[in-house]
Structure formats: C-alpha cells, structure tokens
C-alpha cells in the first residue's frame, strides 16, 4: 500500500510518541527521480539507522512510532507544506531531475504524501495525548559539498522555542559521556517542521535528536546507542 507512514506499536497510554520523518528511502514506482540506485542508500535519500534505532527505542520504551515511509527526495515530511524545498531539485551535490515538476504535479504529490503523514501524526496525537514527542534523525559526518566542514559530535539536540526536553537531555547525554552537541550540526531554529507543528503549536515538549549515522549502521551500533539514549528519554521529568 501506498502509505506515507508506517506505524509501529506501542502502549496506548503511553507518554511518549517517536516520530522520524525521514525513515524511508521508498520511491514509489510511478515516480522517476533521474537518480542511480546507489545514492537512494546514502543520507540523501534516508536518514541512516533512525527505522532500526526508532522500532529498538519504542521496545525499549514500549511507545508507538510513526515512521515516514517515502524518501526526502519524493517529499521532504520535515519542511513546511509552502518550503521552497519540500520537493527538492538538488541535494548535496547531486542533480534530481525527476523533480522538475509542473506546479500542479507539486501539489498533488504534497497531497499525495505530506498531508496525509501530518494529519497521521496529528490522529496520534489526539488518541493518545503524549507529554513528550521524540523527533529521531541522523546526519552524515561529513558532507560532499562541505568536506573540511568537522562534524565531530555522537548526537545533537534541536529544538526551536521549547527546549524543555533538550536542557534536561543534553547533560544527561554529556553524563552519559556522550559527545553532544547543542543545535549541531543543525539548528532546530531552522530546520523544525515537523516539531513545530505537532510540537510547538500544541505546547507538547519534544526532543529532537540527531544521530550520527556512521554509529547507527548497523545492529551493534543500534543495540548501543537505545542503550544510552532509552534511560536518557525514560529520565525526563516532562
């Protein structure tokens, strides 16, 4: 089925909802990207490791996910339904033709995907009426189009207005021996969407964390890294 989520289970009462926007690296296949096979693997296409680091989190924490399940070259769930960018036509570096589509083609794959995945997250919202959103990415170590830009950190913590979460997690984190840093290697002042909407709008607290991939790639890493970042969540006086 052509959905823009995938649903992963967890208590109902549950006072924590994961959502990772950009889980998937899914092309529907009535949409031609102009892309090679090999880059929909790499951080263009899918934030490495959340899906496997997300569904070890909700059995860790026994919380429901909603994860996205259309790559950010189809639809970026993370930017606003107006961005500029939401279909993007480049990213780091590489061309995406495919995506030089007329305004009515714009429209309805936003439609197609981003609305329904925001009204998803909204439905779970109101069912289940968490206390704490927990926004999972990951980011690459280092970028093709910046390669002497040093990304040295293990997870960064975003937020925008409400940084409850975040200034009790980052010392946590810091506790934890965890190379931390505060709104790198992206701000959540900017780069927010997705908390801002279902966050922010709401006066729910949420915690943004941003992985770094290379550590999240593979089953030990995952293993790892719910380790440190489940007790870290779980401690959170919201």
Sequence with gaps: MDK???DISGAR?????LIGDHASNRVPEDIELGVGASLLRQHIAIDIGVAELGRALCAALDCPAILGNVSRLVVDLNREEDAPHIIPIAS???ALPGNAISHEARLERIARYWRPYHARIAAQIAAQKPTLLISLHSFTPQLET????ARPWEVGILYNQDDRAARQAIPALEAADVIVGDQQPYSGKLLNATMNLHGERNGIAYLGIEMRQDLIGDAAGVARWCGVLAPVIAGLAI
Excluded: K, N, T, V
């Design 13 to 17: 009462d549950s006072r924590f909802l």
């Design 146 to 149: 910046r390669p002497d830009e």
């Design 4 to 6: 823009a989520w995938e």
């Design 92 to 94: 780091d570096g590489h």
